[in-house]
């Protein structure tokens, strides 16, 4: 079976990313390019990366009016992504209206609550439940709407995965026992989030910011 990992490679420096994938190849499932990546390269750069042959998914977090971002995801589907984000709280006609204008091949999955917002800012922003609760709620969106699964915390992901038993289920705010959370704050091991469900592992920083990139690849993959 090929590694759950999936490399964030943020970065607006084309060289640079591919000086990471091409290091890590062998030792991850694939890689994920975001917004930084992508408003400085564009899609030509993320074709220069899909070359490279790792499975690629973008994170674009797509969030607007159904027709903006069914638009969006029409002019994405030349690149044929394994994997494409949405934001669940874009409500459920903009979610089918992704979901209808991505390729067959891709899977496209709603972000639910960051992984790096708490209780506390989701009351900031009018949210009064729990992550759990919210995550639980936008999950059930999702399904509803059609997509193929949900990003969330290694907090809620065995509960959404119990909802939810062949979605497919991306977990970022990954870290290492004894990696810094940065601006995460809902944070889970590796281990901890393939235990509870998780389809795939979003991992940046503890690889793209080490020393040896391929070595705390491998370091984290000899942890699962
Ligand atoms: O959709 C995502 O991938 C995502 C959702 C989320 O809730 N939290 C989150 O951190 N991410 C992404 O996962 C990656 C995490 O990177 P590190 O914190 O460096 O491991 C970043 O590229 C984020 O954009």
Redesign the pocket.
Known sequence: MSSPIFV?I?TPDLERAKTIATRIRNHVGGI?L?LEFFCANGRQGIREMADLGLPVFL?L?LHDIPNTVGKAVQALRPLEPAIL?VHAAGGRAMLEDAKAAAPLGTKVVA?TV???LDRSDLGAIGVEDEPHDQVARLTGLAREAGLDGV?CSGNEVAAARASWPDGFF?V???RPADAQA?D?KRVVTPRAALDAGASIL?????ITQAQDPDLAARAIAATL
């Open positions: 964030a943020d994920k975001g994170d977090k984000t972000v960051l992984t790096s990003v991306v970022p705010g990954v940065g995460q979003v991992i940046g920083r503890p």
